[in-house]
């Protein structure tokens, strides 16, 4: 989706201390999220915008209160196991694309401390290139 191409502001991140170089998949990277009880009943699935060992920004189908601790599934056509790790929702931003009439959330997540190794072998693996 293209700036341009959207109706709401651009989401306010939270002031870090250090900003983690951030990687673009060069494949789609798929994502199921779990967040009791906000997720009861109902499918969440996105894909990852962008990514970095402490965060993500993904592409999702419904919104998440700030705050709420989510189990993540990281997904590719290239791996025997998914990812499994927990994250943080740190904000939500709701997209449109008019053009297709697309509705879309965009959710940026904090990986908990315990990820960071496998989501450093993750983003190695050669499916993301450095953002310079």
Known sequence: MSKSASSAAAPKHPPYP???PRFLPLETIRVRLVAPPHTE???VFGIISNM???GA???TNFTLPEGTTVGLTIESRHW???LVVS???VWCAERFEPVKEIVGVLTGVCFEAGAIEDV???LGCGLFQAIP
């Open 41 to 43: 009943g109902r499918p």
């Open 18 to 20: 250090e900003q983690a």
């Open 57 to 59: 920004c993904i592409i």
């Open 52 to 54: 970095s060992e402490t």
């Open 87 to 89: 994250a943080r929702v």
């Open 120 to 122: 450093r072998s993750l």
């Open 80 to 82: 025997k196991n998914a």
